[in-house]
């Protein structure tokens, strides 16, 4: 018997259940603390999505969960387990400052768009080509590599910041601003040129390269030769050098284009909402990245799902913890922690039972289709 699941079962509701186990044993501790499960679940939701303001946040947030979750789930398919979001969206961020700062007097905003896409890409890939670079080659672990790669390029960038970069007459850590002419349109001026009021936000139009970055992936793992080659060497490594593949060439690629993804963060944190660069824009989203990842089956559109649940729940967690004095930020951590937990350690964990539902409705799906 074929025990295979179709993609829509595997992708949608395998991971719709693992989130509902935990929502429900989150439940149960917020039942403990003498809090009402139900009551807190609703102030998740109202905070996330109940006024556009705080839609935009949670849009905002999920922005930099897609191209995290992006940069892990093309390295999965290589067979790669990419731990250095952190690092790769902090050194993106300081390539794109770095750009806007020399030609913000110069090139026009249309210039200097695609300027900073580049940019922060060609930073974010950098620093993730040294790991590959030295797992391909000479044998080093990509997970301990990347992992050592967060603390520099955070030492790094303490050092450029506080030494190197900081804003004359500033104690802060931080550099001068952006010329005005070059911040991301916001997404509530977008509509109000449109004549569609909304609250403000910090959500601007990287929101729409991150929606573009997930078709680009799903074009590039799926439907060309690259791709293929890619999840060849992630399905068997060995056999894929044998078939005439170039295994290391396909690891360094595969992790300069994860690197290059996460490097995005810096596109909307830094020319989107901070327009300079300061430290720790980046905390927080290159882990949580990976379980968007392990959360979306390493798909670009379950990353999207994946993502959205992450926003909804950093932005309505902080609400539920205005609402809720009892569930501090601490708790919507625990929260966060137990849906990472079922998707990611025990992602698998109900998949046979879910097998064996879906293998005896097919079945009498095709006996009802004999008897007619």
Not at 56 to 68: E, H, Q, R, S, V
Not at 172 to 196: C, D, K, N
Not at 220 to 238: D, E, S
Request: proline share 3%; aromatic share 14%; glycine share 12%.
């Amino acid at each position: 018997m074929n025990t295979e699941l179709p993609r829509w079962v595997d992708i949608g509701v395998v991971p719709l259940i693992n989130i509902l186990l935990a929502l429900f044993v989150a439940g149960l501790i917020i039942l403990f603390i003498g809090e009402n499960p139900i009551e807190a679940v609703g102030h998740i939701i109202t905070g996330a999505f109940g006024s556009s303001e705080g839609t935009g946040y949670t849009l905002y947030y999920t922005t930099n969960f897609i191209f995290t979750g992006l940069a892990v789930a093309i390295a999965f398919h290589a067979g790669l387990f990419n731990i250095g979001g952190e690092g790769q969206a902090y050194i993106g961020g300081l390539g794109i400052g770095l750009a806007i700062l020399a030609f913000d007097g110069s090139l026009p905003m249309f210039l200097l768009v695609p300027l900073g896409i580049v940019a922060c890409a060609a930073f974010g890939a950098a620093w993730a080509f040294i790991p590959a670079y030295l797992q391909a080659y000479r044998g080093s672990h990509i997970v301990i590599t990347t992992i050592m790669f967060n603390f520099i390029a955070s030492s790094l960038m303490v050092y450029l910041l506080v030494n190197v970069m900081n804003e004359p007459g500033q104690m802060s850590p931080q550099t001068r601003e952006f010329a005005e002419y070059t911040f991301l349109p916001f997404m509530h001026e977008i509509l109000g040129w449109v004549g569609i009021k909304v609250d403000r936000s910090p959500l601007n139009m990287s929101f729409f390269w991150a929606l573009i970055c997930c078709v680009l992936i799903y074009f590039y793992i799926w439907r060309t030769r690259w791709g293929y080659a890619l999840r060849c060497v992630g399905a068997n490594a060995t056999a894929a050098h044998y078939a005439g593949i170039d295994t290391r060439r396909v690891i360094v690629v595969t992790m300069c284009i994860s690197g290059g993804l996460a490097g995005f963060v810096g596109f909307n944190e830094l020319m989107g909402v901070h327009h300079r660069i300061l430290l720790n824009f980046h905390l927080g989203y290159g882990f949580t990245g990976i379980a968007v990842a392990l959360m979306g089956r390493n798909h670009p559109v379950g990353v999207i799902m994946a993502s959205l649940l992450f926003g909804a729940l950093y932005q309505g967690g902080t609400e539920l913890s205005f609402e809720m004095p009892k569930i501090t930020r601490e708790m919507v951590i625990v929260i966060q922690g137990l849906i990472i937990l079922f998707s990611g350690a025990l992602a698998y964990m109900i998949t046979p039972y879910v097998e064996m539902v879906w293998h005896v409705l097919a079945g009498r799906k095709a006996a009802a289709a004999e008897e007619r």
